[in-house]
């Protein structure tokens, strides 16, 4: 079972990027799958996450403004990121909860598989 996530870089406040997380390995269907973000020295924090059933969670810092979709045809999850601030730097993980599909967990416990990180910076 393997993630692999992609779509980081350097953009300005303001701008947008998108992140795609590509799963393989078994049909992540009924898995949640979710987006995670860490800064050095801070615990990695809950982003954004969408249930097997299609349920789907924000932190309240990126409503509005990121959007989290799957396509479980190609085993993708990807986050939409609009109006992004330089507090949005972080390096981004994808992450998979082979129990979640009736709800997604936003502690980073829930989660069996994990992708390898992207860099997200926002410069201001």
């Known amino acids: 079972v393997q993630l692999q996530a992609s779509g980081g870089g350097l953009v300005r406040t303001g701008g947008s990027l998108r992140l795609s997380c590509v799963a393989s390995?078994?049909?992540?269907?009924?898995?949640?799958l979710g987006w995670f973000r860490q800064v050095p020295g801070k615990e990695r924090e809950f982003v954004a996450a969408?249930?097997?059933?299609?349920?789907?969670y924000y932190v309240d810092s990126v409503k509005g403004r990121f959007t989290i979709s799957r396509d479980n045809a190609q085993s993708t999850v990807s986050l939409q990121m609009n109006s992004l601030k330089p507090e949005d730097t972080a390096v981004y993980y994808c992450?998979?909860?082979?129990?979640?599909?009736?709800?997604?967990?936003?502690?980073?416990?829930?989660?069996?598989?994990w992708g390898q990180g992207t860099q997200v910076t926002v410069s201001s």
């Open positions: 969408i249930s097997g059933s299609g349920n789907i």
């Open positions: 992450a998979a909860d082979r129990h979640g599909y009736n709800t997604a967990f936003q502690s980073p416990q829930e989660y069996d598989h």
């Open positions: 390995g078994r049909t992540f269907t009924t898995y949640a």
